[in-house]
């Protein structure tokens, strides 16, 4: 089925649920191709390839609303898939507040390529995809014979959907992307194991490292692993590695959302306008970052999208507000979802950051915990190294740290100049300044 196809049938099913008593319709239609390459230890353990054709409606009859999906697209069988959708919402609950977007939100909509879509990805072989695969664990094995495994995984995907609207919008997004990954097992010499990973996702082929440069990443971080053990409760500066960060943002994510606020179970709520961290946090929501893994020019609601200024150097600017849950709220909407999420970045590199620390605790991973949307507080087990007079001294794990989101953003003294580029959410490495640890 070509782009033309999609949107003529999207219209058409469109159509049908109006013929059958919807009052309005919001039809996506996706295509998306995903291929799998796992290689352990030099020998191909899978290949797969998941290609798939689906067809989404959101349906609003008398304040009521459903979602359906369904992937077989012949129209002899959509017509009953659509005629029996409409009826099924016709047997629930009244929501007043559910309803397509106002038509002027759809308006302003960019006009520029964002450059999410690899041209090249259809001459892409499946030789070429195992080579790249094998090519990674064959290089782990030369690093050294203290490995015992290596599982490595190249992955690719391309996807187009076509969104439509019944009263007013289309949308149209084709887009690809390529991961990198390994996980290494080694033998720590004193009878257990470490393991550690690397991975990098990009929109274009020729944005992925090499496979030399992600497995001698991996293969570092699980080296330096070897001989971790507790230190001594107490109160350290700490510096959180980019990859990790990305932790200690997710559970800003509810916090921040219109269902939280709604449902009385953000401790963000009231905050507008209200310090939450220090000046270092400064934190933005950009669709329009060429080549981002979040980019996009509209969001799942068919909101054109814009850039937002979430938190100004401490202060909080802007929640994530759906159409939906904006008017629950009675609050304009923003966006539902984040997109891609960029900072403030410092003039120091991880290395300059650790450099500078007297006596704290790089944190290179965070392992379990859990944290409180409500109140804000956080406990998480950490992994990392303890470092004194800028020098790492133990590899340390076992630890925990603890405390309130409130307290944590106003501890952020420095902010590295290394984003994170293979996420959408762009983090760097940041410091934060008396942090209390659990150990021994």
Excluded: C
């Excluded at 059958?20 to 295509?31: E, H, P, R």
């Excluded at 072989?125 to 490995?147: F, G, H, M, P, Y």
């Excluded at 406990?379 to 004194?388: L, P």
């Amino acid at each position: 089925m070509n782009k033309k196809e999609r949107l003529e049938l999207a219209r058409w099913a469109i159509s049908q649920a109006k013929k059958n008593g919807a009052g309005d319709v919001a039809a996506n239609l996706s295509f998306s191709r995903q291929i799998e390459v796992g290689v352990r230890d030099g020998k191909l353990e899978n290949l797969k390839e998941s290609t798939q054709n689906s067809l989404s409606l959101n349906i609003y009859v008398d304040n009521r609303y459903s979602g359906h999906s369904t992937n077989d697209l012949r129209r002899g069988s959509l017509g009953r898939f659509v005629e029996d959708a409409v009826a099924m919402t016709r047997y629930l609950g009244e929501d007043p507040y559910r309803a397509l977007p106002d038509p002027k939100y759809y308006e302003d909509q960019k006009k520029i390529d964002l450059k999410i879509l690899d041209p090249g990805y259809s001459e892409i072989t499946s030789a070429e995809r195992v080579k790249t695969a094998q090519a990674l664990t064959e290089i782990a094995v030369a690093q050294s014979d203290k490995i015992l495994s290596s599982l490595a995984e190249y992955s690719d995907e391309y996807f187009e959907d076509v969104k439509v609207h019944s009263n007013g919008f289309v949308g149209r997004r084709e887009g690809t992307s390529f991961t990198g990954n390994i996980e290494i097992t080694i033998d720590d010499g004193a009878g257990g194991k470490s393991q550690d990973y690397e991975y990098a996702k990009v929109r274009f082929r020729k944005d992925l490292p090499a496979p030399e440069m992600i497995t001698k990443k991996a293969f570092r971080r699980v080296m330096n692993q070897i001989g971790q053990a507790k230190m001594e409760s107490g109160v350290y500066d700490m510096v959180v590695e980019n990859r990790a960060a990305g932790r200690l943002l997710r559970a800003m994510a509810g916090p921040l959302g219109g269902r939280s606020l709604q449902q009385r179970s953000s401790f963000l709520e009231g905050k507008i306008g209200q310090r939450i961290g220090s000046e270092k946090f400064t934190m933005v929501d950009d669709p329009f970052v060429i080549s981002g893994l979040g980019s996009r020019l509209f969001d799942r609601e068919g909101m054109a999208a814009k850039r937002r200024v979430i938190i100004d150097k401490g202060i909080l600017r802007s929640y994530y507000i759906s159409y939906y849950y904006g008017k629950k709220l009675g609050m304009e909407p923003t966006v539902g979802t984040s997109t891609n999420l960029v900072f403030d970045y410092g003039d120091k590199s991880l290395e300059e950051l650790v450099a500078g620390l007297q006596k704290g605790i790089l944190v290179t991973g965070f392992i379990g915990g859990n944290s409180n949307s409500t109140t804000g507080d956080f406990s998480y087990g950490i992994v990392g190294a303890y470092v004194e007079n800028g020098k790492v001294v133990q590899p340390v794990n076992e630890m925990n740290i603890s405390g309130n989101f409130t307290e944590l953003w106003n501890q952020l003294t420095e902010v590295g100049n290394d984003p994170f580029v293979y996420s959408s959410w762009r983090r760097p490495s940041l410091r934060f300044k008396d942090i209390s640890f659990s150990g021994i």
